[in-house]
């Protein structure tokens, strides 16, 4: 599988923004998904994760409010609608994906995660 994240970009704090991730392949929804981010100087962290039907979802508690992960299997899409942007969530975003029998496991740990894609850069200014 590949990941091609989009989206990411320069926005005020208090403002929105939507980051996507496409993957290549026919299995994608064989896979849990989830959004991590890292910022520099700092581990990367988990922010959502979705099952591979999309009924169960997590959030780390920084983005519980403001964050709605999403995924479109028929286009082998997930999306992370942020809202409410905050200076602290500047850093790069990644996705990941990670092969799960169950439809409604979720992945909350890097090293759960089989796949990743390559980042994109979300910053957020005052």
């Known amino acids: 599988v590949q990941l091609v994240e989009s989206g990411g970009g320069l926005v005020q704090a208090g403002g929105s923004l939507r980051v996507s991730c496409a993957a290549s392949?026919?299995?994608?929804?064989?896979?849990?998904m989830g959004w991590f981010r890292q910022a520099p100087g700092k581990e990367r962290e988990f922010v959502a994760t979705?099952?591979?039907?999309?009924?169960?979802?997590d959030y780390a508690d920084s983005v519980q409010g403001r964050f709605t992960i999403s995924r479109d299997n028929a286009k082998n899409t997930v999306y992370l609608q942020m809202n409410s942007l905050k200076l602290e969530d500047t850093a790069v975003y990644y996705c990941?994906?990670?092969?799960?029998?169950?439809?409604?496991?979720?992945?909350?740990?890097?090293?759960?995660?089989?796949?990743w894609g390559q980042g994109t850069q979300v910053t957020v200014s005052s």
């Open positions: 990941a994906a990670g092969a799960v029998s169950s439809i409604v496991t979720i992945r909350r740990r890097v090293y759960e995660y089989d796949y």
């Open positions: 392949g026919r299995s994608f929804s064989s896979y849990a």
């Open positions: 979705i099952s591979r039907s999309g009924y169960t979802t």
